[in-house]
């Protein structure tokens, strides 16, 4: 039965949540329910309503104020308990006592239960699986007996059950605690506590060893009453199951794997107690010597020491070798391939347990040239290069060009000099990325015109190159899309020996080029890169973010770089962005925040395109696209590092794969800048959204 209420100085005519009352006082405390009414002397009484945390003390009729208030939740749907004491309580109104001075009054007299009493229990100290009786009067009204954390036994388990006494067998998940004996009734049970705590036994864990333990060992653990063990626990997750029945077992054997960590073994009681060991070290490796400081990529390396059966990998700088793929490994030795990538440096050898070892600094082998076959050499001659440990070399490099290795041993390399090859000494680039300048030189017998400055006008238009010696051209190649010189200018403007004008042909490569020319006397070289390019078309399919003509989403924001107009170079005679010189910091130079934005509903069908024009590079500004606010922003890189030589170009760059476009949220084009940056040679238009 629950109680109905009454508040002292407030009108509360019934319990139910829909009907709170709050104090006289502000508190916004309020009583919904009390009980169970009838309650037992020495049992549990609770009080349901609301801020019900905030009570300070509760008097029941004969007794002094119970201010050991145990909170079972807060807020709105609030509980407390208080037990009733066993002796000296009286019928009557219960008052609840409120921070600011105030009272709440139970609206229904507090009645007793008579007269249930629970004296005692033994043993106070028990194993689970042990018989413990239970003392009292009118026990036959109490069906169940709850032993800490709630682990109840219900009657049907009693052993014997009578008025003055309940007999029940302790439970394998029992904690120590206090036994509570209950009515098991509906509601708001009456349930009475034991004056003291009935201790349960639990497994102990003395010792563990060895310790240090080498992974993939047994591990003893020592303890005792390990039949009230469910598992053991240990460092790094693993479990094992724990199934002794023999009480005189001291001694656990538990197998370990190779990934096991260092830390603490825990001993896991079947009444869910942890049992903690001392900290559990591991065994490490050790690297005492190595075959040589000085290893050579793509060789055999040797690694001494101890314990290195455990190593799982070993780090090079620039390379990593898994165990397995050594050549072989024991207790005290590692063989491996020297990695094409490893350099310089300290290595470390690492084990499965997450532990480590540092093994020797390395310094690798380096190739050096003793020779040329000649001092001066034809572009697409063959030119011999000797010397020692040349078998490391992947790339020879004449100036800016690389030449064609055809032939290569560890004392020498046979390589086919490339057009535009430069006069100088040759670098040579090892198998892991280590550079090296001959001290030979050497002289390209070649002679080509002199070329001072090279236009283009786009795609299949003309490109304008002048300098002197001009007429010695007689043949002009463009690269293919594969970027394979096969393409024949056959086109011809002007051709003097200072004025050579040709047209690009459709089919060959675009954006930034570099056309091949070859002379009357068969001299190859590459003239200066010239841009020839142009944007990608907007279509039907094309969702245009904004082309800055005005409306929509083409506003500017604060601290913008960039301004509106007419821009200088025209792209389609309409508005654009323009920038301005002096910017520094981090700033939106655009976003769209109002409006209707678009959507996207698969971002990983579609590309983010933005056209642009550079007349003047600034290479320290990184640029940003915020596409659903911070939640999904691509980033653009240095857009404006390269001159497009005053050509309108189209940037295309990949969305967020899964990343929202819903239109909900702010779009951005943000600037991050490093120092002061000169934008006055930055135009841009046409923020839109492309198929792939």
């Known amino acids: 039965m629950i109680c109905l209420l009454l508040l002292s100085s407030i009108s509360f005519t019934a319990c139910d949540k829909d009907n709170l009352n709050t104090d006289q006082y502000g508190n916004d405390i309020a009583l919904n329910s009390f009980g169970p009414c009838p309650v037992l002397r020495g049992g549990t009484l609770r009080f349901l309503g609301s801020n019900l945390d905030q009570i300070t003390s509760i008097s029941i009729p004969g007794t002094d104020p119970i201010t050991n208030i145990t909170v079972v939740s807060k807020g709105e749907h609030s509980e407390i308990t208080v037990q009733v004491p066993k002796e000296n309580c009286t019928e009557g109104y219960v008052t609840l006592a409120t921070p600011k001075g105030g009272t709440i009054t139970t609206g229904t007299k507090i009645t007793y239960s008579e007269p249930i009493a629970f004296t005692s229990f033994s043993p106070s100290t028990v194993m689970p699986g042990d018989v413990i009786t239970i003392t009292g009067d009118y026990l036959n009204l109490m069906h169940e007996v709850i032993f800490a954390d709630n682990i109840v036994v219900p009657e049907t388990q009693f052993i014997s059950h009578s008025r003055y006494e309940i007999k029940v067998t302790v439970p394998q998940t029992a904690r120590t605690g206090k036994v509570i004996i209950s009515d098991a009734a509906e509601g708001i049970p009456n349930q009475m506590y034991s004056d003291t705590e009935l201790t349960v036994a639990l497994p102990t864990l003395t010792s563990i060893s060895p310790n240090p333990l080498k992974a993939g060992n047994a591990l003893t653990v020592t303890g005792a009453n390990f039949q009230l063990a469910n598992k053991i626990i240990l460092p790094g997750g693993e479990e094992v199951a724990v199934d002794i029945s023999d009480a005189s077992v001291t001694k656990i054997s538990v197998p370990t794997k190779a990934t096991i960590k260092e830390g603490v073994v825990k001993l896991v009681a079947k009444s869910g107690v942890e049992i903690s060991s001392a900290t559990l070290n591991l065994v490490k490796p050790a690297v005492t010597s190595v075959s040589t400081s000085t290893p050579k990529n793509n060789t055999k390396f040797t690694i001494n020491g101890t314990n290195l059966d455990l190593v799982s990998e070993v780090d090079f700088q620039g ?42 600094t390395l310094t690798f082998v380096k190739p050096t040239v003793t020779a040329f076959s000649a001092s001066s050499i034809k572009a697409k001659e063959t030119l011999t290069i000797t010397g020692k440990d040349l078998d490391l ?18 004392t020498q390399i046979e390589v086919t000099v490339p057009v535009g090859a430069a006069n100088g000494a040759l670098v040579l680039t090892t198998v892991n990325g280590t550079q090296i300048k001959t001290t030979q030189t050497i002289t390209i017998n070649v002679t080509l015109p002199v070329i001072t400055s090279i236009k283009s006008e786009g795609p299949g238009n003309k490109i304008t190159i002048t300098g002197t010696q001009l007429d010695l051209i007689k043949t002009i190649y463009l690269a293919d899309a594969s970027g394979n010189y096969t393409i024949k200018v056959t086109d011809y403007g002007t051709k003097n020996s200072t004025l050579v004008e040709f047209y690009h042909v459709l089919g060959a490569a675009t954006g930034n080029i570099t056309p091949k020319m070859v002379t009357f006397d068969g001299d190859e070289g590459f003239m200066p890169t010239v841009y020839c390019g142009s944007t990608d078309p907007i279509t039907s399919a094309t969702i245009m973010l904004t082309d800055f003509n005005g409306g929509g989403n083409s506003q500017s924001t604060w601290g913008s770089p960039f301004g509106f107009g007419i821009p200088s170079i025209k792209l389609d005679g309409t508005q654009c962005m323009i920038g301005t010189a002096g910017v520094s910091g981090w700033v939106w130079s655009w976003a769209a925040n109002w409006g209707t934005l ?10 983010f395109k933005m056209d642009i024009c550079i007349t003047k590079a600034a290479s320290n500004v990184t640029a940003g696209m915020c596409l659903h606010g911070w ?18 170009i189209t940037k295309s760059f990949d969305l967020n794969a899964g990343g929202l476009i819903d239109g909900t949220k702010d779009y951005g084009f943000y600037l991050s800048i490093d120092g002061t940056a000169d934008l006055s040679g930055v135009f841009i238009d046409n923020f839109r959204f492309d198929p792939k």
């Open 319 to 360: 390379a990593t070798v898994a165990a397995a793929d050594f050549t072989s490994q024991s207790e005290s030795k590692i063989e491996l391939m020297m990695p094409a990538t490893a350099t310089d440096g300290n290595f470390t050898v690492k084990t499965l347990s997450e532990t480590s070892a540092d093994g020797k």
């Open 393 to 410: 070399v992947k790339k020879i490099t004449f100036g800016t060009y690389d030449g064609t290795i055809t032939s290569q041993t560890d």
């Open 598 to 607: 678009p959507s996207i509903a698969d971002p990983s069908k579609y590309v």
């Open 631 to 648: 939640d999904n922003s691509i980033n653009l890189g240095n857009l404006f590092a390269e001159s497009t030589n005053g050509h309108w």
